[in-house]
């Protein structure tokens, strides 16, 4: 799973109202590069939660972006390359996902999040 | 034809390792899937300025589907029940990324981010009550609201369906309606009973221009250029069930009772099927004849 995915994805816990972001407990992370696309990043900064992607790369051990940032600094190729890395190139390979409102695991598997809810959880 | 798949098992039992294993070595699937997955991005009509979007697969399976959009240079995340199909699709080297999940159970996204969402064959399934705890309108209740929500105002979602009878398709698309989109079915061949196919086109926010629904092919009688090969296609979702011993009929002298037809009648309604009123005739006593 991608950060950008991180980014989207949210608790959907019945009675959860602050499921975002889920925090992330990562034991293998995996770097895979593909192509920077400047249209898509900059399509992608307007939805981004900022402070939510900074915090995940950390938590995968990336920690070259900024804390803070404005739209001009979609101008700078060497902001979009973070960026870019952060959103499409860092991978959760295994580890969980932790709903931060109630403490919930959810496992990553093989890159995929299982995000299926208990009965009593719906 | 064998039965229809989603009245065989629940979508995870189903989608078992030996059906997932088809989405890799069928020729036939795969180009089923593929066009299907064409034809569902042309109705998503996104701007023309080759801009890569975010879209969603929901239902994603193998990654036959998400394939279609990376070879349109589109960025994916695809949603699947099956641990089964999703594997296959890591097999495939799927460029989106991937999530086990239910979408009966409602989608997990923040509002607002997705830029379009396509279904291949999948969302039939929620008609269906696998477990009892299974409400069908519930369940497509939560699936549209949590779309609705997480689409970009004016995105819309593209849904090829196989819907089993007329009350099921109305099912679908009331649920849609009440969640907010607005739009219709389009069915491409419908004259065609083999290479028909219906797509339900919704749009996220008040009705406009761009909501209005797209017209079908073949709609005037033009013929489908694969006539041929067509009879195969409906297999997508109807695979043969010869592996799955029917269940025997129990034989009980005493028959099953109102209790239990009064159920089954029940569920048969939950699901969108049209059924007789209960009356005091339900379920009663014949004579036997000879
Ligand atoms: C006909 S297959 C579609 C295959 C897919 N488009 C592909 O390219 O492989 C239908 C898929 O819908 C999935 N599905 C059925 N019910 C589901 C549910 N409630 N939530 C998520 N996925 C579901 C099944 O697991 C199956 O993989």
Known sequence: ?122 | MASRPELQAPPEIFYDDTEARKYTSSSRIIDIQARLSERALELLALPDDGIPRLLLDIGCGSGLSGETLSENGHVWVGLDISQSMLNIALEREAEGDLLLGDMGQGLGLRPGVIDGAISISAVQWLCNADKSSHEPRLRLKAFFGSLYRCLARGARAVFQVYPESIAQRELILSSAMRAGFAGGVVVDYPHSSKSRKEYLVLTCGPPSISTAVPKGKGDDGESSSDESSGDDENRTVSISDRHRPRKKQKLNKRGKGREWVLKKKEQMRRKGNVVPPDSKFTARKRKARF
Do not use: Q
């Open chain 1, 1 to 122: 799973m991608r950060l950008l995915t991180h980014n989207m994805l949210s608790c959907n816990i019945k009675g959860v109202t602050n499921g975002f972001p889920l925090i992330i407990e990562a034991e293998k992370v995996l770097e895979k590069p593909v192509d920077l696309n400047p249209d898509f990043l900059r399509n992608m900064f307007h939805k981004v939660e900022w402070k939510a992607l900074v915090d995940a790369a950390k938590s995968l051990g990336y920690s070259e972006l900024p804390e803070s940032v404005d739209p001009a600094m979609l101008e700078s190729p060497e902001f979009l390359h973070r960026f870019h890395h952060a959103l499409l190139e860092l991978h959760l390979e295994e580890g969980a996902l932790v709903c931060p409102e109630t403490g919930r695991k959810f496992p990553v598997n093989k890159g995929i999040p299982n995000m299926l809810l208990h009965e009593d959880e719906v």
